[in-house]
């Protein structure tokens, strides 16, 4: 069968999330390499990359609330619009050299709880563009797009851009969100959507708990969730330490590990390009399933290899199933969700899942400290083991469920519950 096209709407979007990707590949590491140059003192450099890793946790549900209340499309463009308008204030605050540490934690802080608001309304946003059955396709060429973007185009950028000129790659970031906002306005306008409770509008709170709700209750998509959440904080804690295991561990010369690490862009790449068809030849639950086992044995020869070739075509390996998992874990959500629930829902699964990431890199950090790097990856394996372990019989498919008899004919389901998947 041919595969359903995924259409003009679908290439404006993924275009606009590239462009945003690639902007926010080029600020990441000027933030870092800005804030070198202004102190010393690592407490103040982490201060800036905790502030950007804030957000999702502390206003995530709130961002889904009003993505589910707001127009998608305009919602985007104007979040894209502000922090052009952030980031290009930076640019003019570092050329007046005016750019204090105080100012690079808060312009972290707005871009990152902007950023809570447009991916819930871009996850939102994806099924009223393509139609179902392409779901997992568009996820993975959204998956490898920004794989392209951040690992080979805006990581490398960075510095070069940073050593021509401080406010460089911040202008280039500004450029990049403005060119988001000019394609997600191209895009066409949604039919409206149905409220989710028509009547009078509840509080914010009340629809942020209704999206937690919603995951909780429903059983394979709260198992997904829990599964990536364990998953995260193995790879948390992987990424803590990745360089300096490259570097001690596999004996990676300094000088080689770019090209180590754009290992991992090019397997992250191949998933995503590989989802869609995964998915589409195993089914989600069976793929993802498949995926977990793969990341678990590829994990393991990572913790073992003491050369960087294996411990490359391991760690190229494991960023591909990465991909490969969050691309068919937001199509799942994306097909299952009521449309005007998505982006509540969607901010659900995000907070949780990343609720154990900054837990793994903390206990990585401190294990690495007292023990070293080698055995704080062996670890990290065993963890991940565990938890593909406990994902390949909870995400086992549900058995069909037998042909309703004639004494259910006219029996409603209870409210607040929904049928069982």
Request: hydrophobic residues 55%; charged residues 10%.
């Amino acid at each position: 069968m041919t595969a359903p096209p995924l259409g003009r709407d679908y290439r404006l979007l993924w275009s606009a999330a590239v462009s945003s990707r690639l902007g926010d590949a080029l600020r990441t590491p000027a933030l870092a390499l800005l804030a070198a140059t202004l102190t010393r003192d690592p407490r103040v450099i982490a201060a800036v990359t905790v502030a950007g890793q804030l957000p999702p946790l502390l206003f995530g549900l709130l961002g889904g609330v009003y993505a589910d209340r707001w127009d998608r499309r305009r919602t985007m463009a104007v979040v894209d619009g502000l922090r052009a308008a952030v980031v290009g204030g930076l640019a003019l605050a570092v050329a007046l050299d005016r750019a204090g540490v105080a100012a690079l934690v808060t312009v972290a802080f707005l871009l990152a709880a902007l950023g809570t608001l447009f991916d819930a309304a871009s996850f939102a946003m994806l099924p009223s563009v393509v139609p179902p059955a392409a779901l997992a396709r568009a996820n993975g060429r959204l998956q490898a797009g920004s794989a392209v973007a951040g690992g080979f185009l805006g990581a490398p950028a960075a510095g070069v851009l940073f050593a021509l000129a401080a406010p460089l790659p911040f202008a280039v970031d500004a450029a990049t969100f403005l060119c988001a906002a000019l394609l997600t306005l191209a895009l066409r306008p949604a039919p409206p959507r149905p409220r989710s409770h028509p009547g009078r509008r509840r509080s914010v709170w009340r629809e942020g708990v209704e999206g937690v709700r919603w995951v909780r209750g429903d059983a394979m998509l709260w198992r997904l969730t829990v599964a990536t959440a364990g998953s995260n904080l193995a790879i948390s804690g992987l990424m803590a330490v990745l360089v300096l295991y490259a570097l001690d561990v596999l004996r990676v010369p300094p000088a080689g590990y770019g090209l180590f690490a754009a290992g991992a862009v090019l397997g992250g790449l191949a998933g995503g390009l590989g989802a869609g068809r995964l998915a589409a030849r195993l089914g989600t639950m069976p793929a993802l399933r498949v995926v977990l086992a793969g990341q678990a044995v590829a994990l393991t020869g990572l913790a073992l290899a003491r050369h960087p070739v294996p411990g490359g075509l391991a760690l190229a390996v494991f960023a591909a199933g990465t991909t490969v998992w969050n691309g068919l874990w937001a199509s799942y959500g994306q097909r299952h969700v009521p449309p005007a629930l998505l982006g509540r829902v969607g901010a659900a699964q995000r907070m949780v899942g990343l609720l154990t990431a900054p837990v793994g890199a903390a206990l990585a950090g401190v294990a690495g400290a007292a023990y070293g790097v080698g055995p704080v990856a062996a670890a990290v394996a065993g963890i991940f083991v565990l938890v593909t372990l406990a994902a390949w019989r909870a995400l086992r498919p549900a058995a069909p469920a037998p042909a309703a008899g004639p004494t259910s004919v006219g029996t409603a389901a209870r409210p607040g519950r929904r049928p069982s998947r």
